[in-house]
């Protein structure tokens, strides 16, 4: 049952089997992440490495209640020596699409970014077509820049991503 409160919490052991589920599961990846089947192991792997955080990115479940409904995640894009940004994603089950919760776990996400770390910037990347994912990033304050064109293969051809940030002065 998903209740009102999203809320973010580091992976816990318990929680790898679901994450691998991303990784099996087409209905569970959706029809904008599936890219066909892949290691398993990696979740289980990283975990056992670092608790899935680290100061080049992380990884946080996605929780209503006691329910994890996913996970939010982001890493260091280097500009120059000195200078970072972080990008962004967010990979949710089925049954918790549509109802919010991917519109708060990432503005959650962003507010812990700013608070946590020096940088100014955050992107996100999101394929032409996932409309609600669009819309989930402005509600969060996220600005659309732009088309990269034919960034992403999946399901047979190349796909245009569209870049959205938001800023430290602007953040959410």
């Not at 990283?46 to 209503?64: C, H, I, K, P, Q």
């Not at 047979?156 to 938001?166: F, I």
């Amino acid at each position: 049952m998903i209740d009102d409160t999203v809320r973010l919490r580091p992976v816990r052991e318990d929680d790898l089997p679901m994450l691998e589920q991303f990784l099996v599961d087409p209905e569970a990846a959706g029809p904008f992440a599936w890219f066909g089947w892949a290691d398993p192991g990696r979740f289980r792997r990283r975990w056992a490495e670092n608790g899935m955080l680290s100061d080049d990115g992380g990884l946080l479940m996605v929780t209503s209640g006691t329910e994890p409904l996913g996970f939010v995640a982001w890493r260091k894009v280097v500009t120059v020596p000195g200078s970072y940004f972080w990008n962004m994603g967010i990979q949710l089950l089925p049954q918790a699409q549509g109802r919010g919760v991917g519109t708060q776990a990432q503005r959650l996400l962003a507010r812990y970014l700013f608070a946590h770390t020096p940088v100014m910037r955050i992107e996100a990347h999101t394929d032409v077509e996932n409309i609600a994912e669009q819309r989930a990033l402005e509600k969060v304050g996220f600005t659309r820049e732009g088309v990269l064109r034919s960034v992403v293969f999946r399901d047979g051809r190349w796909r245009d991503s569209l870049s959205y940030s938001v800023l430290r002065d602007d953040a959410p």
